[in-house]
Nanobody
């Protein structure tokens, strides 16, 4: 498995921006589809965005389309989530995840076999 460490979370006002990073180690990063998920208190973990192994293809949840951008740098073993126009409802713990098996870009958490510890994002009104 690959080890994942997220960073970049914090407190931001509604309408603001944050960039999350996820550093990977232990395996060949470019072999993994990478995803971001989030979990708000009392809610199930939900898909946010994912990116293909090469970075050429991406997929987003409808709730973040046009506001969030996922990208990766395979030379730095890092995946990013640029978040703009943040809303109070974006408040959650954000998790980075890696999927070695799926041929496409998975949106289901069960497809991902490695997870980071999560980083808190809090958006205030």
């Amino acid at each position: 498995q690959v080890q994942l460490v997220e960073s970049g979370g914090g407190l931001v006002q509604a309408g603001g921006s944050l960039r999350l990073s996820c550093a990977a180690s232990g395996r060949t990063f470019s072999n993994y589809v990478m995803g971001w998920f989030r979990q708000a208190p009392g809610k199930e973990r939900e898909f946010v965005a994912a990116i293909s192994r090469s970075g050429a293809s991406t997929n987003y949840a409808d709730s973040v389309k046009g506001r969030f951008t996922i990208s990766r740098d395979n030379a730095k073993n890092t995946v990013y989530l640029q978040m703009k126009i943040l809303k109070v409802e974006d408040t959650a713990v954000y998790y980075c995840a890696a999927d070695r098996r799926t041929l496409g870009i998975g949106v289901r958490a069960i497809s991902y076999d490695s997870w980071g510890q999560g980083t808190q994002v809090t958006v205030s009104s």
